[in-house]
DNA sequence: CTGAAAGCGCTAACAT
DNA sequence: ATGTTAGCGCTTTCAG
């Protein structure tokens, strides 16, 4: 470094205007080496590069998006807890980084906050929305429709129909671990969920329910009020104490899950030989050796980047898109192994 | 909804222009009701909103940037594995949120990303960065500097005096843990780091052998070549499977001291009765009870606002911020209580 | 191949 | 209290 290498004027930042004026050009020629430099003269571009970067030039992608009308940042909108939406997000921050595309992130906690931070979407005129979130409901999808915008919801089974969505298969998801257990010999079930208010819940309850219905096996439902380990420990303690156990316990959600099996453990109920217990998301902790779970992997990136075709690829708008994706059984040590084990299934 | 109460030009987005016409007013009316309510008659105030409500009218944020030179919006740039970061992310974007500004997401996975990375950075006119990872060196760190950009870097030791910088205490973190050790009677320590080359790792290592020297107690250090649960279970195997272990094990990472723990007791090797692991950054985990790890605790929320206002504070630009905050020892049963419980001291 | 000129939608003087 | 005007830095015709 030169010292006076960079840029000379302290605060204000270099504009191709100055470039242009180092180099003898005119300022558009200075925007063309950076937007197509192909129809600029080797020897001019070489020449403007080179002062743009002796003056420390960096093209402004507020004033390119402001004429372009295109800003390449994708708004990401995602519920500040939890494990599983924060691995997600990186998948998304990933992926359209390769694209070329920024995320803006914009995390909530209390659903009421909702319009505020879809107001905030708005004002910065980004390319498209990922929604992801069990919280929003229905009409709340609908009235964001308004909006001339691109938008994919990300594991909402309530959007399918209302706004282009992709989701894991979370009905069959459910029913394969069911099936699991069925032939692994439980007759008596119980299922944990999250928060019955949300799709997610719902759908995930009906595909296991009913999978067990199938086999002849109830499957009450108890809520656990929340995603979180300690709403799955606390939901699996009121269990014990309750004195009745199953033969196994289908949590709604892996984080859950994890609480209901060290609340378990902690009461010298043993997982799988007392109780069996599957969960559902695939989180990467699922595979830690001290739970080595039971769950329905998520294909995330594969998810990930179906959501992102939908974002992207907007042009055919005559169908709303409703992408669902298979999930992997994972099968870990909380759960017995089945005499008559299911053979593997793909995705695609 | 009336149906066509939603902007009617289809496609294009509606500008204060629109709105002006419509209310009969200027344009700049419709912007001073937006940006500085209180200087526009109330009656003239009521019908603008009325017509922006009617019309469908939001503000375009890239445009005020544009002329205001003010983004409101802050990048960060963080590596796109580890729990630990995923939770620094997500705290620091609710903190944001609070004060009005966005998050840029910048995710990489390969340090030899960081450039391009850094440009793009630049061209979106942010009105900060916040440099979260390990693994940029103090010479990227200082050529950064060359941009008139605020910045502050997250938990990187290397950055002390080169840039701002906010770190949780590691060195004293460190040496709190290791004199637990030491009152618990453990006269054989080893220790796993993440990786060697990191100011984290090294600032941590110093830290706990030195605390460990002054008890006369020596501790090996031992890499374990990443900061995931699969480097610490790869390590502490190699430790089970070399004969000789100590009486504790000082763990670099929480997530990395998950893998050792979860090795030792896959072979049978009881912790803490065989032996003693600790951790360091206090994730959520680490307080669930299959862990319960014993651990230094990062304030994450504290060390976030505290970056946050580094880099919005930045008129006093006479020194180099060089924010360090004391994180708390957290007790799990991952070590044996000691005789002489060390008083809890508090941060601040 | 390069230059001139007209905006993108807003803010912030300044004028009325 | 409201209107007028001049840009912010870039992209993009349209001429030359």
Redesign the pocket.
């Known amino acids: 470094m030169t010292g006076r290498s960079a840029q000379s004027r302290a605060g204000?930042?270099v504009?191709?205007?100055d470039v242009?004026a180092h180099v003898?050009?005119?300022?558009?020629?200075?925007?063309?080496v950076?937007?197509?430099p192909e129809?600029?003269?080797p020897?001019?571009?070489a020449r403007v590069e080179a002062a743009a970067a002796e003056l420390g030039?960096?093209?402004?992608a507020?004033?390119?998006s402001?004429?372009?009308?295109r800003t390449n940042i994708i708004a990401a909108v995602v519920p500040s807890v939890g494990e599983y939406w924060q691995s997600v997000l990186t998948a998304f921050s990933r992926a359209l980084a390769e694209r070329d595309r920024q995320l803006l992130l914009f995390s909530f906690s209390d659903p009421a906050q909702l319009e505020d931070v879809l107001a905030s979407v708005t004002q910065y005129r980004v390319d498209g929305v990922i929604l992801a979130s069990a919280s929003i409901d229905a009409g709340r999808l609908a009235r964001m429709q308004t909006q001339p915008l691109p938008i994919v919801a990300f594991n909402q089974p309530a959007a399918s129909g209302v706004v282009p969505s992709v989701s894991v298969d979370n009905d069959e998801g459910m029913r394969r671990l069911a099936r699991h257990l069925v032939d692994t010999g439980a007759a008596e079930v119980a299922y944990v969920g999250g928060t019955a208010t949300t799709s997610t819940d719902q759908t995930r309850y009906r595909g296991a329910s009913q999978a067990l219905a199938d086999a002849g096996v109830a499957c009450p439902y108890t809520e656990a009020g929340g995603w979180g380990y300690e709403h799955g420990y606390g939901a699996a303690r009121s269990m014990v104490e309750a004195g009745r156990l199953p033969d196994a316990i289908m949590v709604a959600g892996d984080e859950l899950a994890f609480g209901v099996i060290d609340a378990l453990e902690d009461r010298g109920v043993s997982v799988p030989d007392d109780v069996m217990v599957t969960g559902f998301d695939g989180l990467p902790q699922a595979s830690w050796a001290g739970y080595d779970l039971t769950t329905l992997t998520q294909p995330v990136d594969l998810l990930v980047d179906r959501a992102i075709e939908v974002l992207l690829d907007d042009a055919d708008a005559t169908t709303v898109p409703d992408v669902v994706v298979a999930g992997d059984v994972r099968l870990g040590r909380t759960t017995k192994s089945s005499s008559t084990p299911e053979p593997s299934e793909n995705h695609g």
């Open positions: 204000g930042s504009t191709s205007i242009a003898g050009v005119s300022q558009a020629t200075v925007a063309r950076f937007a197509n129809k600029v003269a020897d001019t571009r030039y960096v093209p402004n507020i004033a390119r402001l004429k372009s009308q």
